[in-house]
């Protein structure tokens, strides 16, 4: 029998990401299996979601070690107990370090409120307002070394009408994730999307650009 994606989410904060796969794997829509939570925060509602699902949900707080290396090392550590196929950033606000990123090489998956490459960092949606977007979007891409830049595998995107602000981007953008994030799980599961030395197939074709999420 075919075993489910086994998954480590790492948090930062609210987790309504982490809640979107949760529910998809309890409404028996995505075929996988969070193994362990992981927030930076100690306080992050993440966890109580976690713990709410009875899954297993760990802090790592940063400011605890002495510099990015010894965190990265923790928290390679906590990841290896678990094993898993993929590791999912899901609002998780710590740059990862070289050797963790070679160490689960196109494991790692980021998800982004941008249409990267553009609006990479932080404030995507008060920059994409300030330079007079009429659409933004959200990217889930493999994590690499670089910040917000590793290969884009699926773009979503979402029209910004005049009155909008950041309030309404933000609504537009995370309802837009909590869909992304399973379907993309979920090809994974299914073996439809793979990844074979960092290059991406969907359906056995070559990814040359992201696939545009619609549904
Ligand atoms: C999302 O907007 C995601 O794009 C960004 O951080 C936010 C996390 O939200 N990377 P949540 O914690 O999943 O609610």
New binding site residues.
């Given amino acids: 029998m075919k075993r489910a994606l086994s998954l480590a989410v790492l ?8 809640q979107a796969i949760i529910d998809a794997i309890e409404a028996g829509e995505l075929d996988a299996e969070i193994r362990l939570v992981i927030s930076n925060i100690g306080d992050a509602f ?1 966890l109580e979601r976690a713990r709410r699902h009875g899954l297993d949900a760990r802090v790592l707080d940063h400011r605890e070690f002495a510099d990015r290396k010894t965190f990265d090392t923790a928290l390679a550590q906590a990841l290896d107990t678990v094993e898993p196929d993929f590791i999912v ?3 998780f606000m710590r740059i990862l370090g070289a050797d963790l990123v070679e160490r689960y090489q196109h494991r790692i998956l ?4 941008s249409l990267l490459p553009n609006y990479k960092g932080l404030d995507t949606y008060q920059r994409a307002l300030d330079h007079g977007e009429t659409r933004h979007g ?1 990217s889930i891409h493999l994590v690499t070394a670089a910040l917000d830049d590793g290969p884009v595998l699926l773009q979503g995107s979402y029209p910004i009408e005049a009155d909008d602000g950041v309030e309404q981007m ?1 609504a537009k ?2 309802a837009l ?1 909590h869909r992304m994030y399973p379907a993309i799980l979920g090809w994974l599961a299914e073996g439809r999307l793979t990844i074979d030395r960092g290059q991406a197939y969907y359906d056995r074709v070559h990814l040359q650009s992201p696939i545009q999420f619609s549904a």
């Fill in positions: 948090i930062s904060g609210n987790g309504s990401n982490l993440g950033l899901a609002g980021n998800i982004h409120p959200v933000a953008g995370h994730e």
